[in-house]
């Protein structure tokens, strides 16, 4: 029944969305379907999640086919931890969209295009072959470009014209990628992959088609210098659809990026990891100084999503295993604080009449002390303060950085960590503590009663596991160290995937195999 | 468009496609064809109708809204993978009911394949109508 679980992550909102569609007039229904759908997927991963940590990397053979040939379903810590939290962030947003999304857009198909997005983003983390990948990237981008354009304003559609032409263009490059990887291996199962690609004679072509993915997998986690369609699109769709994005949708991109070059391209370290480590640099310092650049609060936490893409990056261009579980730990701790600080930007818009710009915001602290509270708290982490979670994973990889004598990529981090907090004060000061311009800010009571709880309570959730990750950091750091380990030493993975042995097709009514042989 | 023609034609053709979309769905069991093809001409049936008569004549001929078929045909190739659970399988594992002649041959095999296929079909059907009613709906 392993199998079983290992599958639950796709099956459970692939089956939610199609109930969802099937009552496509009654959205009162899809609504409880959505929430019961994003809760049992909640469960399931955090069954996976255990089964994982105590049996090690779990593997399913889809319609018994053997790997490498059929499609193969892997289940390692990464995995299995990437599945929890997006799971607690679907949840999260599922709520908050209780008191979110409009009549128009629940009509439009919300719930239906929500739960196939996690369907997308499970699939790509639970995948373990290549083509299969490229598939949920697919599912990804169709189902984020309806997100974007659903509620259809002028602003919208620019945003999701530019999004998706940038993402066929990545579309494009990881087809290539594909094609030539498959040209010169014959196989795209990504353990099988991680034992042929050692042994490829022409070693320039395989860095070259990792370039490919770079670009490929880099444009989806908007890294320098193809994150410009991010902050065009970011911040003009609903609320809900704007946190999933920035929550978890460049996630992906570094779940693709950590898992290829970990597993697959780590032949020629100095090239790959070298241009990696550059991409980081860049990519750090751009994000900050364009939030810093910016006078709106979704606009310059748009910019904050691409700066801390780079620290995730670092990780991975460093490859110790203290910074692959740093990159980890950051995962974790940036999707929980984005999806928080982006449903918080909801809020404070709402309560100050569906503006963000530094001239309209203000007064928060005397309409909202409780918000401002529970707002200070992604803040702090989206800074690096101690105790909380952004802490400990800059921590993590400042030591990685300065363990390898890395000494500018350390210095960049540190610069960039300084940007931040530069821009959380100048947040705070703009949003907190100036009085509010048009006289008083509203506050969350005249959000209305219900809407009140569905728009704050994620709020508190998802502040509240970041105070838990800061405080009590062990439990993650230990997860984090062992889905690292599973990166760095993949023989694990490896054997998991290709020693798998499938069982045979039972054939009903007929007890003998050779009943399906084609008689000659 | 109001053509007696096309009217007329429609009226025997829509009868004779779909039944032609139901065979090639079913020959798609052993050889080209199959749930997607089949499906595609089905739909074809439906908005050479709705170009016929109209948007209206299409639904009501349809009964059911072309977005929940989808959902349907999506449920039912899901369901198809669930078949494999009892016997402990992976989702997705065929299972065979294999029907013999009278002389101890195989005759027919019908396996969740069938099953998943039937489910492309519906999808594929609905997908495509759905976006016919949302454009001619438009204007």
Redesign the interface.
């Known amino acids: 029944?392993i199998?079983?679980l290992v599958?639950s992550p796709i099956?459970v909102p692939?089956?939610t969305?199609?109930?969802?569609?099937?009552?496509?007039?009654r959205p009162a229904l899809q609504r409880v379907l959505s929430l019961g759908g994003s809760t049992l997927l909640l469960i399931l991963a955090g069954l996976l999640l255990a089964r994982v940590m105590e049996g090690g990397v779990q593997v399913?053979?889809?319609?018994?086919w053997a790997a490498p040939f059929g499609i193969t379903l892997v289940a390692d810590t990464l995995s299995a931890l990437m599945i929890l939290i997006a799971s607690v962030m679907a949840l999260a947003v599922a709520v908050y969209a209780l008191g979110d999304v409009d009549a128009v857009r629940e009509r439009g198909?919300y719930h239906?295009i929500f739960q196939v997005l996690m369907v997308g983003v499970c699939g790509s983390f639970i995948t373990g072959d290549l083509f299969n990948l490229y598939v949920w990237f697919e599912v990804m981008l169709i189902s984020s470009f309806v997100l974007l354009s659903l509620g259809g304003t002028k602003e919208q559609i620019d945003g999701a014209i530019k999004y998706a032409g940038i993402n066929l263009i990545a579309t494009a490059c990881f087809l290539l990628a594909v094609a030539l990887l498959y040209g010169v291996t014959g196989t795209l199962n990504m353990a099988d992959l991680a034992v042929r690609v050692p042994h490829v004679a022409n070693k320039g072509l395989v860095s070259t088609i990792a370039v490919l993915f770079i670009i490929a997998f880099g444009m989806k986690a908007a890294v320098f210098p193809f994150f410009f369609w991010l902050h065009a699109a970011y911040h003009t769709p609903a609320v809900a659809v704007q946190a999933i994005f920035a929550g978890l949708l460049t996630k992906v991109g570094v779940y693709a990026l950590l898992r290829c070059f970990t597993l697959i391209f780590t032949g020629d370290m100095g090239w790959t990891h070298g241009i990696l480590m550059w991409i980081a640099g860049a990519t750090m310092l751009t994000g900050a100084l364009g939030s810093l650049a910016v006078r709106d609060l979704r606009r310059a936490l748009s910019w904050q999503v691409v700066a801390h893409i780079g620290y995730m990056i670092m990780g991975l261009a460093i490859a110790t295993p203290l910074a692959i579980a740093g990159t980890v730990f950051y995962l974790v701790h940036d999707i929980v604080v984005k999806t928080n600080l982006f449903l918080g930007a909801g809020v404070v818009r709402r309560l100050s009449g569906g503006d963000t710009s530094y001239a309209r915001l203000g007064g928060l602290f005397t309409a909202a002390p409780i918000l401002c509270v529970v707002l200070f708290v992604p803040l702090a982490s989206l800074a690096g303060f101690p105790p909380f979670s952004g802490f400990w994973s800059k921590l993590l990889l400042v030591r990685a950085g300065l363990a390898v004598e890395n000494w500018a990529i350390v210095a960049v981090a540190l610069v960039t960590g300084l940007l931040t907090f530069w821009l959380v004060g100048r947040l705070w000061a703009e949003m907190v503590w100036k009085s509010n311009p048009a006289g008083d800010a509203l506050g969350t009571a005249s959000l209305g009663g219900a809407a009140r709880v569905a728009l704050v309570a994620p709020l508190v959730l998802l502040s509240a596991i970041t105070v838990t990750i800061g405080l009590y950091a062990e439990p993650l750091m230990r997860v984090s160290a062992m889905a690292a380990d599973g990166l760095v030493d993949p023989q694990a993975y490896i054997d998991a995937v290709l020693g798998a042995v499938?069982?045979t097709?039972?054939?009903?009514?007929?007890a003998e195999p050779a009943?399906?042989e084609v008689q000659p | 468009m109001d053509s007696l023609i096309l009217r007329t034609a429609t009226r025997l053709l829509l009868t004779l496609m779909i039944l032609f979309s139901i065979f090639i769905l079913w020959r798609g069991h052993n050889e080209p064809g199959g749930g997607f093809v089949g499906g595609l001409i089905c739909a074809v049936a439906f908005a050479l109708h709705a170009l016929a008569f109209g948007v209206k004549e299409m639904k009501r001929l349809l009964v059911v809204d072309p977005r929940s078929l989808l959902g349907g045909g999506l449920l039912l190739g899901i369901l198809s993978g669930f078949f494999a659970g009892p016997g402990g399988d992976p989702f997705m594992t065929a299972r065979w009911i294999i029907f013999k002649d009278a002389t101890g041959a195989k005759a027919l095999a019908l396996g969740t394949p069938v099953l998943f296929d039937i489910g492309v079909y519906l999808v594929v059907v609905g997908a495509l109508l759905a976006m016919v009613q949302a454009l001619m709906e438009e204007d």
Do not use: D, E
Request: aromatic share 10%; charged share 0%; net charge neutral.
């Open positions: 029944m199998a079983w599958a099956l692939l089956t969305a199609a109930l969802c569609a099937v009552f496509w007039h399913a053979q889809m319609g018994s198909g239906i499938p069982t097709p039972t054939l009903v009514g007929a009943a399906m």
